[in-house]
């Protein structure tokens, strides 16, 4: 035998020594970096635990380092953060995500034209998350220039990528020939809608998931919108410069998710919050946080006035068994846009659930305040004995932050749809995570017109992010997702840490046309199935968007699907989970549909896709369709 070519025995003699040396340097790399250690202490709770609204680590690993610390610094964990030294963040940051990914190329850059925004809303355009403050989410003939024999032509135009992303959670509008769109990170981009490339970008300091509401005077048009740390901002729309940006409510864990609602001169801007996500902390004094809308002069940013969904202050009420003080009432946040009637003077929210005790009639509810002053004028609570937090998801009713009686979360999360009825009637029309469907009456202090159940409901089920009307009938999606914890090697089974969650494919989804009048379902389409796909959903949380005799649905499985508006049937259906090759270089990912809807604009389609929460699939592309790609 060759003297020089080692035995197999003498081989494991000599690597065996090194590989034990490995694994003993790994396990005490994973005991002592403080990193790591950091994360199990304070993020694998939730981010490795299947905690339905925290992304997992495969989605944090797709973030760059600097939207991960922004969002520890200034966004949504700077409350779970606070405490943490700089170095700790930055190591925290780095062991999460990605590297830095470069957001353009200056080939991918264009100049915005003189007098692009002339006349522009005379030309097609979509203002708003739903075109218009009575939120109809419709796109009239004129506007849309897609027919309904279109729709079935319609091909992929050009993708556009947004860096680092996970979801794609703001709704794009579409004026004067320009796309406007926040991300995550919160870059809002003023985007060419014929091609894709940029003109500018803005820094907000957080993250931006509302729409954009764009308003235009002699002074030129301007841009409003909401970041993820509670501030509004005005800015202009040919250059992106600042205008103002004011902050609208004080409390660590606000938010504005919902656009702003445009009218006469006064922005009027929802307030949400994450409030009951941080109830997981036994540490911290739950609740203080009270939903709401805020009045801003459109020219200065000055707060005219603002109002709470719940109408009494927070106060202390019992301890936890760790001693911590718990305070209430709370919640009724205001996730959605809200509406002006400038009939009755008034502009209407939709709420979410109270986070704690005393009960309160704010949560869950249509709430009606006075366009100028802000006062409570009336009160329609739907859901009243809900008060829900994310610690009742590991604690008993009544221990630590979970409230005395445990609700089932049926928040509204879509705004109200004011429309006119046949013989001069009104209605306020909206959906809620209980599976219900309510048409109220805006001139009798909301008094009820008909409800109608489509749904089970559920945490992430019933009617989700909104409804769509053509002034006949309204269209209605459900969402009612199901995850399940499955073994370990289950197909389609997502990895959370130590549990595994799969869709319940037999779960949800499905299309409702109602009769604006009665409530009558004039018809209902369900999912058509997810097939064999492993861990497919069928739920439809996406808001809902309309043109004449079409309607559009988007899915959690990243379907997007058009329905024939007299019949329900699907005429279109396209799988936007998929590699795109982006016209700004940034490498794109279709996945699931949520939160926003499709717009409809001079006879291009923009959608957004991707949304890795909720066990949804990660993405970060807007796409534009147009009939055969041209």
């Known amino acids: 035998m060759n003297a020089y070519v080692p035995t197999a025995r003498l081989i494991q003699r000599l690597l065996l020594p090194l590989a034990l040396a490995s694994l003993q340097a790994v396990a005490q790399t994973q005991q002592t970096d403080p990193a790591i250690a950091l994360y199990k202490e304070r993020c694998a709770g939730c981010h490795d635990g299947g905690v339905e609204r925290a992304p997992n680590r495969a989605a944090l690993q797709m973030m760059p380092h600097s939207q991960i610390r922004k969002t520890l610094t200034e966004g949504s964990m700077k409350d779970a953060a606070k405490d943490l030294s700089s170095t700790q963040i930055d190591a925290l940051a780095k062991y999460l995500g990605a590297e830095a990914l470069a957001a353009t190329s200056t080939a991918t850059r264009c100049p915005m034209p003189a007098g692009a925004f002339r006349d522009a809303l005379a030309r097609p355009h979509w203002n708003g998350w739903g075109n218009g403050f009575a939120q109809h989410r419709f796109q009239p003939a004129a506007m849309a220039r897609l027919t309904a024999d279109d729709v079935p032509r319609l091909k992929l135009k050009w993708a556009f990528g947004f860096p680092g992303a996970v979801r794609v959670n703001a709704q794009p509008t579409v004026i004067g020939g320009r796309i406007f769109i926040g991300s995550g990170d919160g870059t809002v981009y003023a985007l060419d809608a014929a091609s894709g490339c940029i003109h500018w970008t803005f820094a907000a300091t957080s993250g931006v998931r509302t729409a954009i509401t764009a308003s235009g005077s002699t002074q030129g048009w301007t841009l409003f919108f909401g970041d993820l740390a509670a501030n509004v901002y005005r800015i202009d729309a040919a250059t992106g410069q600042q205008l103002w940006t004011t902050k609208v409510d004080p409390h660590a864990r606000a938010r504005v998710t919902g656009a702003p609602a445009l009218h006469e001169g006064v922005v009027y801007a929802p307030v949400s919050s994450l409030e009951e996500a941080t109830s997981m902390d036994s540490a911290y004094g739950c609740c203080t946080f009270r939903g709401g809308v805020v009045a801003l002069d459109a020219e200065t940013g000055k707060v005219l006035w603002k109002a709470y969904s719940i109408a009494a202050e927070p106060g202390p009420t019992r301890k936890t068994s760790k001693d911590v003080q718990q305070f209430g009432p709370a919640g009724g946040a205001v996730w959605s846009s809200p509406t002006v009637d ?28 006075a366009l100028q002053t802000g006062a409570r004028v009336w009160v329609q609570q739907k ?52 599976g219900t469907v309510h048409a109220i009456d805006p001139d009798r202090d909301g008094a009820p017109l008909w409800k109608v159940q489509i749904g089970v409901g559920s945490t992430l089920g019933g009617v989700q992010w909104g409804s769509a009307t053509d002034g006949r009938r309204v269209y209605v999606a459900l969402s009612d997702v199901k995850l399940e914890v499955v073994p370990a090697g289950t197909p389609g089974g997502q990895p959370y840490g130590p549990v595994n969650l799969k869709y319940d494919p037999a779960r949800g989804g499905g299309l409702w046309a109602l009769d604006l009048e009665t409530g009558n379902i004039a018809w209902k389409t369900p999912h058509p199935g997810c097939g064999e796909r492993p861990g497919c959903s069928p739920a439809q949380s996406a808001a809902v968007t309309a043109i004449p005799g079409i309607v559009f649905s988007g899915g959690v499985d990243g379907h997007l699907r058009a329905y024939a508006a007299e019949t329900g049937r699907i005429v279109w259906d396209v799988d936007t989970v998929s590699a795109y090759r982006t016209v700004n270089g940034v490498a794109g990912q279709g996945g699931s549909l949520d939160g926003p809807g499709p717009v409809v604009v001079d ?23 147009s009939v055969d790609g041209k």
Request: overall charge neutral.
């Open 342 to 369: 400038p009939v009755k003077r008034r502009v209407y929210v939709t709420t979410g659930n109270r986070y704690a005790d005393p009960p309160a009639d704010g949560g869950n509810a249509i709430v009606a305040f």
């Open 383 to 434: 859901t009243p004995d809900d008060a829900y937090t994310m610690a009742c998801n590991t604690q008993p009713p009544g221990a630590g932050n979970c409230p005395d009686v445990k609700g089932p979360d049926f928040d509204f999360g879509s705004s109200a749809i004011l429309v006119q009825l046949p013989g001069g009637r009104r209605a306020l029309i909206a959906g809620q995570k209980s």
């Open 603 to 625: 006879g291009t389609l923009y959608v957004g896709s991707g949304y890795a929460l909720f066990g949804g699939m990660p993405g970060n592309v807007l796409l534009a369709y």
